[in-house]
């Protein structure tokens, strides 16, 4: 499972969503990375790579072509496939997963680093961009201004549950839901004044619905804004489109969002530390960053590091292809 | 030079400029830290420490006092102080430092290094914001899109370089100087179209100005839009203002900047990472940085690492006083 430092480092996908296949295109970035295949639960035929060229393989014949492999990147879902992949997978190479199902992460940690450690491996969870990339920022945001307070904003982007939501409204035949920060709460978080503010107060909610045949309007608008949890105490427009502007304008997946630290050094001196993410593509940027911290796994598996970590025990010069001389030289 | 990890970490500060005063203040919002003291060249009842009943060491004491230190923070000047201190202290103690000339880095840094190592200690070079904070965000950036530009903007702050150009103006009794970016320039590369833009596109300069007695405005203007290298090729506006003004309304050292990373993962996909600060104090906000990777350089030294590192060295979790467990449960 280790390869030359001068030869690519081989890279084995599991599972073939938008994930997978955003992981696909993202290693054809790194040079110093190479795709060695996909590997799926579904018949291999019916699969279509993102990359042409790109193997598809059975799961079952992962544990034949383990050695092949330097580092596993799990694009399953963190409801069914990772708590059960992760460990599994982790006892038979290096892995990384996207596990974000944040009240979970200690349980899911814990299994994924016992199986890593008894087999001698290294293994990343819950990297992406929230958990992840906003993760490091509220650790460093406060351990810089420890006198202070963190918020963490989301959008605007295409929320997934909100989505499906919208879609078990009778009358719904399509829809997308997009949630929006609120300029005036993200004003006063910059101010430094400390606000206290709720995820509510912080994000508006956007509906786009196409409605089904014979449906009306209002009660289907009604239906959608007292909804409870998802948009009772939001505050949420609807609009009404046909299902080829669905198709045609809302089909990409946009996210993003902020993290912000305002603190006070002293009476006199007040600072804002502010991290924004603007992301044409959810699944194709949070692929991005797997395969960064699928580098970052390989080199601390090189250096004896075996078991479970976090984005918080990777050390930033990690992820990049570059050697450290050259990254002080030209970076710093 | 160990302690419990339950006790206090120990911390001595080198120098006592606005850097060194803010590392004081900073160290009262850590309370996993101790100041042991001020270690000095001046004579030390000469020193107004920031925070009451610090004490004031000589700098020839501290070879007797390094058993007490845990790690020293070295506030001193980048071209005539560190050169020789940070590589000399380091042969004695743990040692942090905000090392910021970009282009001397390589060399400051094997020095440090080749010291560090005989003596068995753990420095960090570098620490602060740019170089710092900002290199990790350039860093990060490049290896999470790897297709894409990378832009450094700083201000809007007080270049101390700049004004003290124009303080050597003749006729020019006091003065400030603020870089200020250049906001079109900004939106141009949010926009993720990765424009060419050098140092002096991206910025303007307001010098705010106060005349000595019978000096003429538009001589001391003149002076200052074509002095070469400093103001010529920008966009240079001065304003003259009274002496009490300078000394009321300029006094604080704000700074801050931007590192944005635009890049794209697909012909579709087009993402935009954005870090900012906005600095009240420049000094206050470089000291809360220091004495952060101060604790990292503790426990770097406790996990047996020695030799010189920089903060692209040090994974994010190092630099907060909770566990990791405590982080991953609470922060991820």
Redesign the interface.
């Known amino acids: 499972m280790t390869s030359p430092s001068a030869a690519p480092i081989r890279i084995g996908i599991v599972g073939h969503g938008n994930l997978g296949r ?1 992981v696909e ?2 290693i054809t ?2 040079p110093d990375l190479r795709t060695v295949g996909i590997f799926t639960r579904r018949d291999p035929a019916a699969v279509q790579p993102r990359i042409a060229g790109t193997p598809v393989h059975r799961m079952d014949d992962l544990a034949a072509r383990a050695d092949q492999v330097d580092v596993l990147v799990l694009c399953g879902g963190s409801k069914d496939d990772l708590p059960l992949q992760s460990p599994a997978l982790a006892a038979r190479c290096n892995i990384v997963d996207s596990f974000d199902t ?1 009240a979970h ?2 349980e899911h ?1 814990a299994a994924v680093d016992a199986a890593a450690r008894a087999a001698g491996t290294t293994a990343l969870i ?1 990297a992406g961009w929230d ?1 992840g ?1 906003f ?2 920022q ?3 945001g ?6 202070g307070a963190s918020y963490t904003f989301w959008g605007k982007g295409v929320s997934q549950g909100h989505s499906d939501a919208l879609r078990r409204v009778p009358g719904v035949a399509g829809a997308v839901q997009y949630t929006v920060p609120v300029e005036a709460a993200m004003q006063q978080v ?1 101010s430094g004044t400390r606000p206290e503010l709720t995820t509510r107060q912080k994000h508006t909610r956007e509906c786009f619905v196409v409605l089904a045949p014979g449906a009306d309007r209002e009660t289907v608008r009604q239906a959608i804004v007292t909804m409870p949890d998802y948009f009772a105490d939001y505050e949420t427009t609807v609009r009404f489109i046909g299902a080829e502007e669905l198709a045609r304008d809302h089909a ?1 997946m946009p996210h993003g969002g902020f993290v912000i630290r305002s603190g ?3 009476d ?14 959810n699944p ?2 949070t ?3 797997l395969v ?1 911290y699928a ?1 970052a796994v390989y080199r601390l598996h090189q250096m004896g590091r075996h078991g479970a970590h ?8 990690l ?3 570059r050697s ?2 050259e ?3 030209d ?2």
Do not use: C, K
């Open positions: 955003g295109l993202a970035h790194n944040h992460v200690p940690f819950s958990p990339l993760s490091i509220r650790v460093m406060e351990a810089l201004l420890p006198d910059r990409a006070d050094t002293s006199a001196a007040r600072h804002v530390i502010e991290y924004r993410l603007q992301l044409g593509s194709e940027f692929a991005s960053v960064a580098r976090t984005v918080l025990d990777v050390a930033p010069g992820l990049s292809p450290a001389e990254l002080r030289r970076y710093l």
